[in-house]
């Protein structure tokens, strides 16, 4: 398998990837209850974020490509993503344009997971750590290609590289996700409780970290890492991506 720096071109796959994979999290379902309804909406949107996701200096999206055929044919369509935040911004510089007037989603359902996941990662992770961790936000491989080990060689890119730099890996799981995670060496650090007030219905959600234990020659300044490290290796990243 291949895992490689996603680029604009695999845009298309990777949100096919998506809309195919994430409605087998609970989550996808009490945010985007109306996607049948309305799959351009849908569709659109997620290829928006991911968009998004692509033109930000300080993400890195890694895709792996789907194997070739015996035949020597296939598409080599990426059939796996992972979204990394190598050095936060603020959150509210994080939404994406374009989505304002979705009809798939359910908006007071997405407000109070914006707003638990927004507090949950202020209280378990930034107030902790600040900028020294590396956050993975997105982590999805199709169904046609589950349980082929896509999404632990996913995690771990992400975790060498936090350990490279002496950083911890944070991540919100699924409960689909919080198994992988659990048996690559995250622990929780606490449930997230995503409700409505006045609704019944809710989401439990899983703040994990991993970390090494060890410490690398990197130096904190003023206990925090120095990200003039991942920029510059993000600039090698994006020279190289293309390659296996």
Same mark, same amino acid.
């Given at each position: ?8 071109? !695999?845009? #298309? ?7 195919? /994979? ?18 351009? !909406?849908?569709? &659109? ?9 692509? %033109? ?6 890694? *895709?792996?490509?789907?194997? @070739?055929?015996? !035949? ?6 990426? +059939?796996?993503? /992972? ?5 936060? @911004? ?10 304002? #007037? %979705? ?5 007071? =359902? ?8 927004? /507090? ?10 600040? !900028?020294?961790? +590396? =956050? ?35 991540? $919100? ?12 060496? $995250?622990?929780?650090?606490? &449930? *997230?409780?995503?409700?409505? #007030? ?8 899983? /703040? ?9 020659? =990197?130096?904190?300044?003023?206990? +925090?890492?120095?990200?003039? =490290? ?7 990243? %994006?020279? *190289?991506?293309?390659?296996?």
């Amino acid at each position: 398998m291949q895992l490689r720096q996603a680029t604009p071109d !695999d845009l #298309e796959a990777m949100t096919e990837v998506m809309v195919s /994979a994430f409605p087998m999290d609970p989550q996808w379902d009490y945010r985007f209850p109306l996607r049948q309804e309305y799959p351009k !909406d849908h569709w &659109q949107c997620t290829r928006v974020m991911l968009s998004g996701f692509l %033109r930000r200096d300080h993400f890195v999206v890694n *895709v792996i490509v789907a194997p @070739e055929s015996e !035949d020597g044919g296939g598409s080599r369509n990426a +059939v796996s993503l /992972a979204v990394w935040e190598l050095q936060y @911004e603020e959150a509210g510089e994080l939404c994406l344009p374009g989505c304002d #007037e %979705r009809r798939d989603a359910n908006p007071a =359902h997405m407000k109070a997971f914006d707003g638990a996941l927004s /507090a949950a990662k202020q209280q378990y992770f930034d107030s902790v750590y600040g !900028d020294r961790q +590396v =956050h993975l936000w997105i982590l999805g491989t199709h169904p046609q290609y589950q349980r082929h080990g896509f999404g632990t060689k996913q995690c771990v890119w992400g975790m060498e590289f936090a350990k490279a730099h002496a950083a911890p890996v944070t991540v $919100f799981s699924s409960p689909m996700g919080g198994a992988l995670y659990a048996s690559l060496g $995250f622990r929780t650090l606490g &449930q *997230v409780v995503v409700q409505v #007030e006045g609704e019944e219905e809710k989401l439990t959600i899983g /703040a994990m970290i991993y970390e090494d234990g060890r410490r690398s020659s =990197h130096k904190y300044v003023g206990g +925090v890492l120095g990200w003039k =490290h991942c920029r510059l290796l993000l600039s090698l990243l %994006r020279g *190289v991506g293309s390659h296996p």
